[in-house]
């Protein structure tokens, strides 16, 4: 089955800088790939997801890369403040019958202090 | 339009009791995910429900746990006999019906479970 691996497992980073967020992917059927950033006690949110015909997607400060040959995507988040810290989760999907199976990575907590 | 609610948020359950937890997806949405989480861990797949079908419950224990989804009314997980290892978060996560963006799940704010 789809196994999904995140590294860095805690990140702490100065106000302004950037933080990048890496995940590999097992799967080479898995298509659609969302990362989610999750607050002390609350849901998680998503927060930018790309589908496998694309390369690159940016959102502000926020962008995220997928390279299929090599199975694998990060988030990077450029200009970091202090309420970007959180926990974020990256997954991937992948269709099957009935349906898709979305595995998550094991998160990384993100420090941005200031 | 209102996101996924869960409720309660906090339930807390002797050794031997029943928790009930419950979801109300997204208006418009049909598919339902129950995720567990334990403290400094990632989100662990549960089960995947559509309205009156179990899809997918190959993350769910065989014994104790129950998911439903009816017709009219939330998506149930009902966990029996709960035991202390019991004790996580458990969210849920609902998904639009064929045709939208369909692999985009969107998370609730999850039900705190501790067994004493």
């Known amino acids: 089955g789809e196994n999904v691996e995140q590294h860095p497992s805690t990140l702490s980073v100065q106000e302004g800088d950037s933080a990048v967020i890496k995940c590999t992917y097992s799967d080479s059927a898995s298509n659609y790939f969302p990362w989610y950033k999750q607050e002390l006690g609350k849901g998680p949110q998503l927060i930018i997801d790309?589908?496998?015909?694309?390369g690159e997607k940016k959102d502000q400060r926020i962008a995220v890369t997928l390279n299929k040959t090599a199975k694998h995507f990060s988030l990077h988040i450029t200009e970091t403040q202090p309420e970007d810290s959180a926990v974020y989760f990256c997954?991937?999907?992948?269709?099957?019958?009935?349906?898709?199976?979305?595995?998550f990575g094991a998160g990384t907590r993100l420090f941005v202090k200031a | 339009n209102a996101g996924v609610m869960q409720n309660p948020r906090h339930l807390v359950r002797r050794r031997g009791q029943e928790a009930r937890l419950r979801c109300s997806p997204m208006k418009g949405h049909s598919h339902v995910y129950w995720y567990r989480q334990l403290p400094e861990e990632g989100l662990k797949f549960m089960v995947y429900?559509?309205?009156?079908?179990?899809?997918?419950e190959s993350g769910m224990p065989k014994e104790r746990f129950s998911a439903e989804f009816p017709k009219e009314g939330p998506s149930i997980l009902r966990i029996q006999q709960v035991v202390r290892g019991d004790s996580a978060a458990y969210f849920c996560?609902?998904?639009?019906?064929?045709?939208?963006?369909?692999?985009?799940?969107?998370f609730g704010p999850g039900t705190r479970l501790l067994v004493l």
């Open positions: 996560a609902s998904s639009p019906r064929r045709g939208g963006p369909q692999e985009t799940q969107y």
């Open positions: 790309i589908r496998s015909n694309v």
């Open positions: 429900l559509q309205k009156e079908n179990i899809i997918d």
């Open positions: 997954a991937a999907s992948l269709l099957y019958t009935g349906g898709f199976k979305t595995i």
